[in-house]
């Protein structure tokens, strides 16, 4: 197949248009003027994942799509048949850093469910891009971080472990041009920020902008389990959230990669900058 602008007169598909990077995908499609359908079970392209039925409809006439997988019950490589089906042209997909190393992840046994899904992709037949982020800057601010930082403890079992955390923004922006430009077909991006700080420093980089103290607190992991479970988590959810965080404990987070730089022709932007416009509105209010 040759690589070729993605025909914008087709509307993209937006799986997860609802989540943390679907919903930016999105936003910036249609700031670009590029048609897009929001796809999730509550969007206005009602889509499921455990619905087979529901994913013809969405599918039928876009000419490429954002793909994020359902992590409790992954079924990629049926979605990316229907999709040669349908006549969709290009998928990019949301992966994760770390898929592809084993033993990365502690506690998981054989191919992460997002290494399979790459492999549903890229034998589809289809122009395709895969995007692997490390750990979300978002996630102190609209994911599972923000009740620690309300309380003034972030207590996770991290250790004294860094990420190089990645601005949601950034991979929208790598999503849409790898979506609607040439040049991007066949890439396997490795994403994260441009410098690595432990959830300590972190911490106290948003602690500095809100004006009040939050501290962290590394719990350890059966701790840790013990106290999701109490709050409502099933056990296995707990567990593997655990083993996701276990990656930046052992430091395997730590590394910058230069998948941004080698999309857009520029750094990734800083975690300084991310706070800045996260957390200053709401050191204002309080």
């Given amino acids: ?168 923004e950034d991979i929208a922006a790598v999503a849409v041009a790898a979506l609607t430009e040439p040049g991007h077909h066949g890439r396997t991006y490795e994403l994260s920020g441009p410098r690595a700080l432990t959830v300590a420093e972190a911490v106290a980089e948003i602690s500095a902008v809100l004006g009040r103290p939050i501290r962290y607190e590394a719990v350890p992991a059966e701790e840790y389990v013990a106290e999701l479970v109490e709050q409502g988590w099933p056990k296995e959810g707990a567990q593997e959230l655990v083993s996701a965080l276990s990656a930046i404990r052992r430091g395997q987070e730590a590394e910058t990669a230069p998948g941004v730089r080698e999309a857009l022709g520029r750094e990734p932007r800083d975690f300084s900058a991310y706070v800045a416009a996260a957390f200053a509105g709401e050191a204002v209010r309080s």
């Fill in 1 to 168: 197949m040759t690589e070729q602008t993605q025909n914008t007169t087709r509307p993209v598909l937006v799986t997860g248009a609802t989540g943390m990077t679907g919903r930016r995908v999105l936003a910036r499609l249609r700031e670009r003027g590029v048609a897009a359908r929001a796809a999730s079970r509550s969007s206005e392209w009602r889509f499921d994942w455990s619905e087979p039925g529901t994913w013809d409809t969405v599918l039928e006439g876009a000419g490429s799509v954002y793909l994020v997988q359902n992590d409790a019950d992954p079924r990629t490589g049926e979605f990316v048949e229907r999709a040669v089906a349908l006549g969709v042209e290009r998928i990019v997909q949301l992966s994760a850093r770390g898929v592809d190393v084993p033993g990365y992840f502690e506690g998981v046994e054989g191919d992460p469910s997002h290494l399979r899904s790459e492999e549903a992709v890229k034998a589809g037949g289809l122009e395709w891009t895969v995007l692997r982020p490390g750990w979300f800057a978002q996630n102190f601010d609209e994911g599972f971080l923000t009740d620690g930082l309300s309380t003034g403890v972030l207590r996770i079992p991290a250790g004294d472990g860094a990420a190089a955390w990645i601005d949601a």
